[in-house]
């Protein structure tokens, strides 16, 4: 799927007294479920004072987004922020994009003292917290084609070992659908009475990028049957919102020839491997270490067998373990951002400059900071 890199400037910029916002969005008119990218550009006017933003989008079942870029100046009194979104529009017509902003005021001073601890004396930022309304964006949401199931530009490949077998032993059938689009995972083969299904979830990978989300989606099926069988043909409606042009993903429908076996050689009648002509002894192995387990109860004094003792630890010394255990920036970062705790959001500014503008600054150093 081939992307429009002229950006429209959906929103001009705004000036208030002491920061400047605009936002820049790819297409305001997209299809349902097309990728747009919004990108979200904030700084600082009034330079007297130590400023922080935290900004993002609300989630909301009407969009789905994923952040896919961050850049930050952090220099005191001249902070900027810029930000870039993918965003997929779930619901035709008007879509209202809203937003979260939040900005923190506070000085030199605090900022020397806030900083003047060490790890066993950490002290807490003075500042104040003021937040700002910010008006939506409204997107007008395009229908989609009748009957489209799939958006995007994507390719569906399949692989069957083999087209005949004996009862009850399983064909392979191997599907991969991989393209730029958003597409939720679903049952590509239905269920059947003529055939037993041994299927899981598909595999999913997924890329989020400006140009939309590179996807690739495996499903692997086992088909067993005790008679010739046929899988349906799948067919799946796509349309390209790019080349605004309606294609369809195929899967023929496959005829798998069965061949018929004896029953009385098989332990049942259903999905069972032949009947063995060795005898199981498998029974006194069993037996043997039940008498042993019994006999060791005897022989060996209690005080062998130590118990074993669980430490239960605080909610902060588990999270301090997972912090130390942290093997990435990235990693520290998401969990950070899901303990949602004020004492944290310094250090998530930094691993956020870190992970989406490439900061240097070691893993262990940030650690030492928490």
């Not at 870029?69 to 952090?74: A, L, S, T, V």
């Not at 399983?170 to 689009?181: A, F, I, S, T």
């Not at 899901?338 to 930094?350: F, G, H, N, S, T």
Request: aromatic share 10%; with cysteine; hydrophobic share 40%.
């Amino acid at each position: 799927m081939k992307f429009i890199t002229l950006f429209i400037i959906f929103l001009t910029a705004i000036d208030a007294n002491d920061i400047r916002y605009n936002f820049h969005i790819s297409n305001h008119t997209p299809y349902k479920n097309e990728a747009i990218v919004l990108d979200v550009n904030i700084t600082q006017e009034d330079h007297s004072q130590v400023m922080l933003f935290k900004f993002t989008l609300q989630k909301s079942k009407a969009y789905k987004f994923h952040q896919i870029d961050f850049k930050e100046n952090d220099k005191y009194h001249h902070l900027k922020h810029q930000y870039r979104y993918l965003i997929y529009p779930k619901e035709e017509g008007n879509c209202s994009l809203e937003f979260e902003m939040l900005k923190s005021l506070t000085d030199d001073d605090k900022v020397a003292y806030a900083i003047s601890g060490d790890r066993d004396n950490v002290k807490k930022l003075v500042k104040k917290d003021i937040k700002i309304e910010l008006q939506p964006l409204i997107l007008n949401v395009k229908a989609l084609p009748k009957g489209s199931e799939i958006v995007g530009d994507f390719s569906l490949n399949y692989t069957l070992d083999k087209s005949s077998t004996d009862a009850y032993d399983p064909v392979h059938l191997n599907v991969v659908l991989e393209g730029k689009g958003n597409v939720s995972p679903w049952l590509l083969i239905p269920k059947s009475e003529k055939y037993h299904l041994f299927t899981q979830a598909p595999k999913v990978k997924t890329l989020h990028t400006s140009k939309g989300t590179e996807m690739r989606m495996v499903w692997d099926y086992a088909i067993s049957a005790k008679e010739d069988f046929t899988l349906p043909e799948v067919l799946l409606k796509a349309f390209n919102p790019q080349t605004q042009k309606n294609y369809n993903l195929k899967i023929p429908a496959q005829s798998i020839m069965v061949k018929k076996i004896d029953k009385t050689t098989l332990l049942d009648s259903e999905d069972s491997p032949l009947m063995s002509t060795k005898s199981d002894w498998s029974w006194l192995w069993m037996l043997f270490s039940y008498v042993a387990v019994f006999v060791a109860g005897y022989l060996f004094p209690k005080d062998w067998f130590k118990r074993k003792v669980v430490i239960r630890k605080s909610k902060e010394e588990r999270l301090n373990d997972t912090i130390k255990s942290a093997k990435t920036h990235k990693e520290l970062l998401q969990l950070l951002v899901v303990q949602d705790d004020e004492q944290y959001r310094e250090a998530v500014a930094l691993l956020e400059s870190v992970v989406y503008n490439g900061k240097k600054m070691s893993l262990e150093k940030i650690k030492k900071m928490l």
